[in-house]
């Protein structure tokens, strides 16, 4: 018999509808049964690709006694990370200030007054590794809240006034000036490691962020070092197992230093970031290797997440089939030298496992290996490479492929619809600008909707439950604005400024500080507010982003100055924790620039157009449109007249404007950095 999970639209909660678990979801009415029954809530909190929520699912929320004592003893509730998370990052802070770290699935005990006494994070179904058993912790949780009431309420208490001691004042005095973006510079290069590419040691995360930040100083100050660490780190992962050298697109992180053995889950969120990144690489420094990967990593997006509907499923599970049937992180990816005989025949297995770094011994599990481009074969027949590469594409289709997480995500969509519109422009593939509009489509019809407000997730066109939250509200803002500089179609302009008014309606605090949620939204034990990007841009810096680029579109005081107000924390963060707050910085790097205001009277898609989305000044904003009704859908094109009657560009910054030009190769040196 299903639980009350099978009337959810999440993928992760469906998976677990069918469990003996008597789940709840995220609601009032879990709390009220917890209380009516006098017993303590499980949180257990994770996503669809994640692997260990699979396993303790498997081990422990698939058992049947496992099930009945739960059932018995507390009131069970599932929550999507990915739907709710602002209940994530509420319960995560508390796990990790109680125990050090974090993770998923995330596991934790609370009161019916949502309030948090135990936690953990994945729970053997054995004890192991000095670790207890789910069942010794459940049966530890029962008597203590049997027996020790007082104690479980003193800790609940104690927990939740910690928790609520955090708020953030706004993070700083003024904006990040000169002195914190050099002092996060030499944070960086700290970190950077010069054998390998990226950032610290195992695991190692793509740093989309940071690198953006880094290609944006560059461009600004002619800093030849930023560049060298971000193209190294671009190169390095490019030829990694992390890329998927025959399908495209990243996976989630590398296990090792060198980029060896990703953790094969693709998630959309890093491949839109990562798309986008080598784009601007390639803008940077007209690398065919950037080219390649950016185009490569679209077209997986476009071909392996883009939803009937038209716009992008969040993630591609870890784990699949192997030819045993058994599911096993990375079965889909990984290949054996007898594999590539099979497919290709010796000579061409021989040739293939040279190039791709397949060895007897393997780089992975059992035998086999993840390809990637070792680099030490000499110049290479690139037409042998192409055959080779789409006969092992061809063969690996045939094996069963990873599930997907068909939800929508408004803030990964927004992330999605930038570095598509971008690369579809810079590239010459309109139809990369045509997917970009469609998912931008999906959220205004689907994700904004009657209530004019967004909604989080959508699955199969129905819009979920949930509120969208701050990070949705910044993403998808900044996915619009790129689409207006592409399309010159005013009207995302127009979207985007409605988001970004309720931002400064409903997300903003005293002195510039920015919270995760909305003033009116569900009230949880302490409101979230994080600035720090990790695998995303947080809201605050998505937020500070947007703002800045729509008051430079459209002159708006209140969002210039809401936009330097959320700076205010990237001073504070940005020299102490650069690597964590890679999205600010680079937002920090288009106020140092102006950011500049390109306006092109031409027609868009034209030469001066072109050379406009082209410039690498950090954060320029573009606007093009001929004829008299193209004041009306930006701003920044009234009063501008053609020049002799020829298309004509206006840059200005601060209020000034250089004198307008219709010589493309003069635009191209004014917005040269």
């Given amino acids: 018999m299903a639980n009350r999970l099978a009337q959810t639209t999440s ?16 609601s009032p009415e879990a709390f009220e049964e917890a209380r009516k029954r006098d017993v303590p809530v499980l949180l257990s909190v994770g996503y669809a690709s994640c692997h260990w929520c699979h396993v303790m699912a498997h081990e422990s929320f ?14 069970p509730v599932k929550v999507d990370r990915e739907e709710r ?39 053997p179904p054995e004890p192991r590794h000095g670790s207890p058993s789910f069942q010794q912790v459940l049966e530890g949780v029962t008597t203590a809240w049997t027996d020790r009431r007082e104690e479980v309420a003193e800790v609940a208490g104690r927990i939740v006034a910690d928790l609520a001691g955090r708020s953030l004042v706004h993070g700083g005095d003024g904006v990040p000036g000169e002195s914190e973006v050099a002092q996060a510079l030499l944070g960086l290069t700290r970190e950077y490691d010069e054998q390998r590419g990226g950032f610290g040691g195992a695991p190692k995360f793509p ?11 560059y461009a600004r100050t002619g800093a030849e070092g930023a560049l060298q660490m971000a193209a190294d780190t671009c190169a390095a992962m490019a030829r990694g197992g992390i890329y998927d050298q025959l399908g495209g697109g990243f996976a989630r992180y590398s296990v090792d230093r060198e980029w060896i053995v990703p953790h094969f889950e693709k998630m959309l969120y890093d491949n839109a970031l990562l798309c986008r990144v080598y784009a601007h690489l390639w803008r940077a420094t007209g690398s065919d290797e950037a080219r390649r990967i950016a185009l490569e990593t679209a077209d997986f997006m476009v071909r392996e997440l883009r939803t009937a509907e038209g716009g ?50 393997g780089t992975f599990e059992e035998g086999a290996s993840v390809l990637r481009l070792p680099g030490d074969t000499g110049p290479v027949d690139a037409a042998r490479v192409a055959g080779v590469r789409a006969r092992l594409l061809a063969a690996r289709d045939e094996r069963p492929h990873p599930g997907r997480d068909d939800k929508v995500v408004a803030a990964w969509n927004g992330l999605a619809i930038a570095a598509l519109a971008e690369t579809g422009a810079y590239f010459d593939r309109p139809d990369l600008v045509e997917r970009a509009t469609e998912a931008a489509d999906l959220l205004v019809r ?30 998808v803002a900044e996915g619009f604005l790129a689409l207006a500089a592409v399309t010159g179609e005013g009207a995302w302009l127009e979207f985007a400024g409605f988001l970004l008014d309720i931002v400064l309606e409903q997300f903003t605090g005293e002195g510039g500080q920015l919270y995760d949620t909305a003033h009116d939204a569900e009230q949880l034990i302490r409101r979230p507010q994080d600035p720090t990007d990790s695998a995303t841009p947080s809201g605050w810096t998505a937020a500070a982003g ?26 504070a963060l940005g020299p102490r924790v650069p690597r964590f707050v890679g999205w600010g910085l680079a937002v920090a790097e288009a106020l140092l620039d102006g950011p500049r205001e390109v306006a092109v009277a031409g027609p868009v898609g034209g030469e001066l157009h072109r050379t406009a989305l082209l410039g690498r000044a950090p954060g320029a904003v573009v606007a093009a449109g001929e004829g008299p009704g193209a004041g009306a859908e930006f701003p920044l094109l009234v009063d501008r007249p053609l020049v002799g009657g020829e298309p004509t560009a206006y840059v200005c910054r601060h ?8 010589d493309a190769g003069e635009l191209a040196g004014k917005l040269g950095g």
Avoid: I
């Fill in 11 to 26: 993928p992760y909660l469906l998976q677990h509808a069918d469990n003996p678990v008597d789940w709840w979801p995220w």
């Fill in 62 to 75: 698939e058992d049947d006694d496992t099930a009945a004592y739960l059932n018995a003893h507390f009131v």
């Fill in 85 to 123: 998370p602002d209940v994530d990052a509420v319960y995560m802070e508390a796990v990790q200030a109680a125990t050090g770290h974090g993770g998923w699935p995330m596991t934790v005990f609370l009161t019916p007054d949502a309030e948090p006494f135990y936690f953990g994070t994945y729970f």
């Fill in 207 to 217: 740093p989309a962020m940071a690198v953006e930040f880094l290609l944006r100083h």
């Fill in 312 to 361: 992008f499923a969040s993630a591609l599970d870890a784990d699949s089939e192997d030819a045993e049937g058994r599911h096993v992180e990375g079965a889909f990816y990984v290949w054996t030298p007898e594999q590539l005989r099979e497919v290709l025949g010796e000579d061409d297995a021989a040739f293939a496992a040279a190039y791709f770094g397949v060895t007897e011994e």
């Fill in 446 to 475: 689907v994700h904004l909707g009657e209530v004019a407000r967004l909604t989080r997730t959508s699955k199969d066109g129905r819009a979920g439950d949930n509120a969208g939250v701050l990070e949705d509200y910044g993403d």
């Fill in 546 to 571: 947007a703002l800045l680029s729509y008051a430079a579109y459209t002159g708006s005081e209140a969002h210039r100055t809401a936009a330097e107000g959320a700076l205010g924390v990237v001073k």
């Fill in 655 to 662: 209020f000034v404007c250089d004198a307008p030009t219709t």
